[in-house]
């Protein structure tokens, strides 16, 4: 029998907004067997950490995070320190060794067992195996504690990978791509629905491959097609659509239905045919420019973010700048930019002509102040405009202003708008005049 409540819990949930559905997923599963969600991990019975281990700057801070919550345990040995994640699934057998003071470690796929391998009731799955022999894939019977604000949640529609990129480890650290039902989805959707969630974010490693592993008849386009015919949540939003896959009909479905935003993030990584060969992305400039062409034609106003990496092997200076004379051209609302660095285990890492540090650190900086002129430019086209606006609660900048998001703005990774005049609750959908424009940010106005 269960003490509801008498345990306690304290979770950091580090990486990307799929990673926080496990996350979220666990919080359900821990309640389930009586812990609460504290605060302060110096009064919790259990510190537990969802890592990220897609690059070597999240394994590190993963590492810092595990090694500060390790000197709790240090001043009181009855807490439990559990790990787990993306960085377990990767370095596994290595940070047993490294991290003594971790009473467990769970991979990608044995999370949905932590309460059974916290109480020893199920040995833990071994972390030197193949994801291939065991695929776990998260449906809508699981429990799940949302922990964004209430009006916004996430749905990972798939896991693992199709794609073989180079440069990336998702393939190696999350398996192959498993897709999740319609029906099982729409469960979970009419769910969030009646919970009240404004915006729906489906989520994925890449959305567009969503039921290529299952019938012709699972696939987007069916998915979004019953979201807007059996819930009524407001906003509906992609991330992420995979270049070579972006079609007519998804695009027209976009341009049709008000409630699915006009946000297109689609990771382009490069301009140059060259470092895009490398990377192995399947398409070219050429390709690129006739789906920009072809996006703004159909949805004049959907705002494009796109992710770049610099600094890839092989990379010269002339890749650079035809990358930069390509944002110039364009003008993608938001931008993304990362410098490579080599991963243990990718085909990038033996590639020669290896670029060195400074030089990537350099091209990085370029490519980031192009994009605020750009990114200033192409915000002052709102001023004067009244956009719909999902009102977040009190800015992080000041108590005297309430902060929001456009539908062109993604929560977490965007700029916001600052609501200097009316008042709203987190959660309202209120048109706001827009007055002043910067950087990456918008003011307005709640309009009277």
Known sequence: MNDT???????????????????????????????????????????????????????QEAIDEILDLACYKQKDRSKKLVVTGCLVQRYGTELEKELPEVDLFIGTDGFHDIVSQLHGDKPPIPLAHSLEQSPFLMDSSMPRRISTPPHRAYMKITEGCINRCSYCLIPAIRGRLRSRSIPD???????????????????AQDLLAYGLDLDRET??????????????????RLLYLHPARVQDDLLLLVAENFRIVPYL??????????????????????????????????????????????????????????????????????LGVFAYANEEGCRAASFTGQVPEEKK?????????????ISFASLQKYVGRVEQVLVEGLSKESDLLLEGRTRHQAPEIDGCVYIAKGSAEPGDLVDVTITEAHTYDLVGEIKE
């Open 5 to 59: 409540g008498n345990k306690k819990l304290y979770m950091v949930s580090l990486g990307c907004s799929k990673n926080l559905v496990d996350s979220e997923v666990m919080l359900g599963l821990l309640e389930e067997d009586g812990y609460r969600v504290i605060q302060d991990p110096e009064a919790a019975d259990l510190l537990l950490v969802n890592t990220c281990g897609f690059i070597g700057s999240a394994a």
């Open 185 to 203: 989805l729409m469960t979970e959707a009419q769910r969030l629905a009646a919970a009240g969630v404004k915006e729906l974010t489906l989520v």
């Open 219 to 236: 696939n987007l386009i069916g998915l979004l097609q019953r979201i807007l015919g059996e819930t009524d949540i407001p906003w509906i």
């Open 265 to 334: 993030d689609i990771p382009f990584q490069h301009m140059s045919d060259h470092i895009l060969k490398l990377m192995n992305r399947p398409y070219t400039k050429i390709q690129i420019r006739l789906l920009l062409k072809k996006i703004r034609a159909i949805i004049p106003d959907a705002a494009l973010r796109t992710t770049m990496m610099v600094g890839f092997p092989g990379e010269t200076e002339e890749d650079i700048s035809e990358l930069a004379d390509f944002l110039q051209e364009h003008h993608f609302e938001h």
């Open 361 to 373: 650190e350099e091209r990085l900086r370029r490519i980031m102040e192009l994009q605020a002129d």
